[in-house]
């Protein structure tokens, strides 16, 4: 940089003494946040995105924009002003990429950038902005734009979002529609190869197919008990699965139902727990331990055991389905998960073998007991102890020497 190598000309002393400024600035904040708690620190912390963070990024835009212009990312070696953000101002595509949009339409949007440079508009109700003037030219935002800046002061950018959407709608509805065929095309989902035990999910939807989901999944989390440890992104994954284990059956869940979700393949070792045993093979890709194939021989409405030879007979022998009768008896007779404190509702629920059925245990409502998904897991495969006492309620006991050294706490 020019002003680097002639740190002694006037220009250079100003950026030098600037950037000292700003590390004194920071560091007064950084005392001021230490010593404030409680209404103060919040106040404290507003104060740093409305006088800090938000006019620097204003300050930035109208750099990025200038730089832009100049090109002179070129001679660095950047393919663009967006790639050289990425590469020499530590941010990802995405932010990179909206901070050259930003940048752009701010340029266009006198009273956008003013209330943006005084901490009137935070940074994300800009970037709003900012993609509304793209989709729709700057033009037709200025024409609303008072009355938007006004009301993006009044509410937070999530909501913002829907406003503009609103906004862009009514004056160009080709516009939005075409935007919204653009999402629907740039729909994904991948679903990566199990490896070290996880599978990868990614994707994008369109905001009809988002909406759609998040309403599945929200109708399968039921507000968390007081002993529900789970974080928000567990209960999301777990009705996840919940859903796609819903998927092919509905709510017929007595062992004569539709196909059933999950083949696994096993030996007749794994499914005893022999040690040494291996692992049982999932058919669409990937293993589970011993624990699990376990449980999910428990109840065979959820998953089909597959095996060769000897264990083919034995599954054949076993009477492990839950006939739709017992299931209504246990059904009655537990009305929720049994496990102490837990009410998970019935659909929610395995039929669970006190004595595993993989040990001999029978398939006849004494033997059986009705287990939401995360405890039932908890007594395969965390070694968790069931036992119905003799007054007909239910204790459950911590492991006691052992976690399984295959069953993963992820
Ligand atoms: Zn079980
Ligand atoms: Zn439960």
């Given at each position: ?10 220009r ?7 950037v000292?400024?700003l590390?004194?600035a920071?560091?007064a904040?950084?005392?001021?946040v ?20 938000d ?5 930035f835009?109208?750099?990025?924009r ?8 070129r001679?660095?070696g950047?393919?663009?002003v967006?790639?050289?953000?990425r ?16 940048a ?5 949007l006198?009273q ?6 005084n901490g009137d508009?935070g ?11 793209e ?9 609303e734009?008072?009355s938007?800046?006004?009301t993006?002061?009044?509410?937070d950018p ?8 609103n ?10 529609l ?19 035990g996880?599978?990868?999910?990614d ?5 009809e ?7 599945a ?11 529900d440890?789970?974080t928000p ?6 009705a996840l699965v919940e859903l796609g284990?819903?998927?092919?059956s509905?709510?017929?869940?007595n ?20 040690p ?25 409405a ?10 083919d ?7 492990r ?8 008896a246990?059904e ?8 102490p ?18 040990r001999g ?17 908890m ?16 204790k459950a006991r911590?492991?006691?020497?052992r976690v399984p ?5 992820a």
């Open positions: 940089m020019a002003v680097a190598e002639v740190p002694t000309s006037p250079a002393h100003r950026f030098e003494a600037g000292e400024r590390r004194v920071v560091q904040m950084a005392a001021v230490r010593d404030a708690d409680g209404e103060a620190l919040g106040e404290a912390l507003i104060k740093i995105r409305e006088a800090g963070i006019p620097l990024e204003a300050v835009a109208s750099g990025v200038r730089f832009d212009k100049s090109g002179e990312y001679d660095q950047a393919l663009s967006t790639d050289w953000l590469s020499r101002c530590r941010l990802s595509d995405g932010a990179a990429a909206e901070r050259v949009e930003v752009r339409q701010l340029e266009r006198p956008t950038q003013a209330a943006f440079a508009l940074y994300q109700h800009v970037a709003v902005l900012a993609r509304a003037a989709h729709v030219g700057a033009a037709a935002v200025r024409k734009e008072a938007l800046v006004q993006a002061q009044t509410m999530g909501r913002f979002t829907t406003v503009a959407k906004f862009e709608h009514r004056v160009d509805a080709a516009g939005a075409a935007e919204a065929n653009h999402a629907y095309q740039r729909r994904y989902f991948h679903l990566s190869e199990p490896q070290d996880i599978v990868r999910l994707g994008i939807l369109d905001v197919g988002g909406a759609m989901l998040k309403t999944l929200n109708a399968l989390m039921p507000a968390p008990g007081k002993d440890g789970r992104g567990q209960r999301r994954a777990d284990r819903r998927g092919g509905g709510s017929k869940r062992g004569a139902g539709p196909r059933p979700q999950l083949i696994i393949r096993a030996s007749l070792d794994t499914l005893a727990g022999i040494g045993a291996p692992a049982g093979e999932l058919e669409g890709g990937g293993t589970v331990p011993a624990e699990t194939v376990q449980r999910y021989a428990c109840d065979s959820i998953s089909r055991i597959m095996g060769q030879g000897e264990l007979q034995e599954l054949n022998h076993a009477s389905t839950l006939p739709a009768s017992t299931r209504r246990l009655a007779r537990d009305r929720h998960c049994v496990f404190g837990c009410t998970r509702p019935l659909n929610w629920c395995d039929g669970h073998h006190l004595v595993w059925w993989t245990g029978a398939t006849a409502l004494p033997n059986l007991a009705l287990l939401c998904r995360p405890h039932h897991r007594v395969h495969e965390e070694g968790w102890a069931l036992e119905r006492t003799k007054d007909s309620n239910w911590p492991p006691i020497h050294a295959n069953a993963r706490s």
